[in-house]
T-cell receptor, first 114, second 114 residues
């Protein structure tokens, strides 16, 4: 089945460590996104990519980095510079519908900093 | 800039009662509007979307929403709540200047009482 796969589902890290969250899609979508979700704050955009080898900062990019070397993959690295990294991270993709096209989401990755 | 406001972070209804979740947006014409549902520790699933045409949009699981331009609203309704409807619901709008960004509201948690 086509969809978006995020891994790992749960991740624990110590302060000062970088961690990379994986996101893979087989929907042949051009655009991919990373959102952060905190209780009561909805979804906030971290980074997005419209095509391979190109990406843009979202509203809360500080302390995060991404790459888009392949169409189907958009990994997110949470660096030690991110001051409050404990959160639920959601990856999404969007097809060629432009503004009318909906986002398709993965199941999310929950990161906890110990 | 476009924005989305969801009135009420929590809504509680009895099983069998009407569900009404409110969403107001600010946007230049035309907005493209979406409702998503999220179950605990899962990704978001599209319920319905408005792009053009009929202002009353029907979605999955018996939900529907009506686009009211004069009120800048896109409220979500369901005639009769079921226990399985308990979840968090997000309203979203497609951003004007970029065809690839979706702006989310802060979410409304629906509680269904037996």
């Amino acid at each position: 089945d086509g969809g978006i796969t995020q891994s790992p589902k749960y991740l624990f890290r110590k302060e000062g460590q970088n961690v990379t969250l994986s996101c893979e899609q087989n929907l042949n979508h051009d655009a991919m996104y990373w959102y952060r979700q905190d209780p009561g704050q909805g979804l906030r955009l971290i980074y997005y990519s419209q095509i391979v080898n190109d990406f843009q900062k979202g509203d809360i990019a500080e302390g995060y980095s991404v790459s888009r070397e392949k169409k189907e993959s958009f990994p997110l690295t949470v660096t030690s510079a991110q001051k409050n990294p404990t959160a639920f991270y959601l990856c999404a993709s969007r097809g060629t519908g432009g503004r009318t096209g909906e986002l398709f989401f993965g199941e999310g990755s929950r990161l906890t900093v110990l | 800039a476009q924005s989305v406001t969801q009135l009420g972070s929590h809504v509680s209804v009895s099983e069998g009662a009407l569900v009404l979740l409110r969403c107001n947006y600010s946007s230049s014409v035309p907005p493209y509007l979406f409702w998503y549902v999220q179950y605990p520790n899962q990704g978001l699933q599209l319920l319905l979307k408005y792009t053009t045409g009929a202002t009353l949009v029907k979605g999955i699981n018996g939900f529907e929403a009506e686009f009211k331009k004069s009120e800048t609203s896109f409220h979500l309704t369901k005639p009769s709540a079921h226990m399985s409807d308990a979840a968090e619901y997000f309203c979203a709008v497609s951003e004007e200047r970029s065809s690839y960004k979706l702006i989310f509201g802060s979410g409304t948690r629906l509680l269904v009482r037996p």
